[in-house]
């Protein structure tokens, strides 16, 4: 495992903290040259690791990050599109900004990244994407209206992308996580995640290395027949 | 500014890089008179999509210039930019001197 990533350029989104984070680090442990987009300054420090503070829900940002990334290497393999927002609110009282900061952050932000990244996936005929989506996907909770939506959104967009790249060998996949405790995390109810999580098939919060397992299967160099899929951990379908 | 001449070539290098993926049998001419888009056009979808990116890239890099080729002022055109390697430089021109 440790040279797994050796030869790999990665760009993860979110990278400041959360599951962006752990992921950035992951594929950091196993020899990967990580590039992080958040819209704060960098917390990893590490002589393979470039951060870049970009907004993925402008585009005219993403474009810079990656111009950025090409001033440093023509060469992007892998990329996971982590950056999200959630606001759990009863659809009668969601604030306006809150719903559409959803929208372009959960949506708008990895369509932009992927649109970006397989103009420099294309030139090596070689790609891996995966967005990470939700459980709220497919649970649909109450007052997860509009973020469930985007989530479900990202595998639907995913799976078209993955239609419009296979000729490129560049694979599009979705990674539905259940609760894993992070920043994100701490926003809600944990009375009502608690809930949710005794209902789930295997009752636990996400371990990272339930994350890593399925990244590591859906970005391997053996995964080139496996797109346009998504998974979901804990058994939740 | 790029002149007419320059455009082409950026254009030209577009076609040559698609026909460097393609078999002898499916090669695209390279001459100013290439239908890209249309009922005539030998380019598939994707190919025109990989095209109109590198061509975008290309002007972007060559003028320090950003200049869409898909967006609706694009699209609203009444003779399509892409009929034809000719169109398209023209019309990459009349963007470029806006």
């Not at chain 2, 249309?38 to 109109?52: H, K, N, Q, W």
């Not at chain 2, 002007?59 to 390697?85: C, N």
């Amino acid at each position: 495992m440790e040279g797994l990533y050796q030869d790999k350029n990665v760009l993860v989104t979110g990278s400041r903290r959360g599951i962006g984070k752990l992921i950035a680090e992951h594929f950091l442990l196993h020899g990967a040259k990580v590039f992080g987009f958040s819209l704060g300054d960098a917390l990893i420090t590490h002589p393979r690791y470039t951060h870049f503070q970009v907004n993925v829900a402008n585009s005219e940002s993403v474009q810079k990050g990656f111009a950025n990334i090409k001033s440093v290497t023509d060469c992007l393999d892998i990329v996971i599109n982590n950056a999200g927002v959630i606001t759990a609110q009863y659809s009668m009282i969601m604030p306006t900004a809150a719903a559409q900061l959803m929208v372009n952050v959960n949506l708008l932000g990895p369509f932009f990244v992927s649109r970006e990244a397989s103009k420099v996936m294309r030139k090596k005929k070689w790609g891996r994407i995966v967005n990470i989506s939700s459980m709220a996907a497919s649970l649909e909770p109450i007052g997860d209206s509009i973020y469930a939506a985007t989530k479900a959104g990202v595998a639907t967009m995913a799976n078209i992308m993955a239609k419009e790249l296979a000729p490129l060998n560049i694979t599009c996949n979705t990674l539905a996580v259940t609760a894993i405790e992070t920043d994100m995390l701490k926003q809600l109810s944990k009375a009502k995640i608690d809930e949710v999580i005794s209902s789930l098939p295997i009752p636990r919060y996400a371990a990272p290395d339930d994350i890593f397992n399925v990244l590591d299967f859906l970005v391997s160099e053996r995964s080139g027949y496996i797109t346009a899929q998504t998974i979901y951990l804990g058994g939740v379908n | 500014m790029l002149n007419k001449q320059q455009v082409e070539v950026i254009i030209f290098q577009a076609l040559n890089s698609l026909n460097d993926e393609r078999g002898p049998e499916d090669q695209i001419s390279v001459d100013e008179n290439t239908c890209l888009f249309g009922s005539e056009a030998t380019l598939d979808s994707l190919s025109l999509v990989s095209l109109i990116v590198d061509v975008e890239g290309a002007i972007s890099e060559v003028s320090g210039k950003e200049v869409a080729l898909t967006d609706d002022h694009a699209m609203s055109q009444e003779i399509s930019p892409f009929s034809s390697v000719t169109t398209l430089t023209n019309y990459i021109l009349l963007r470029l001197s806006e």
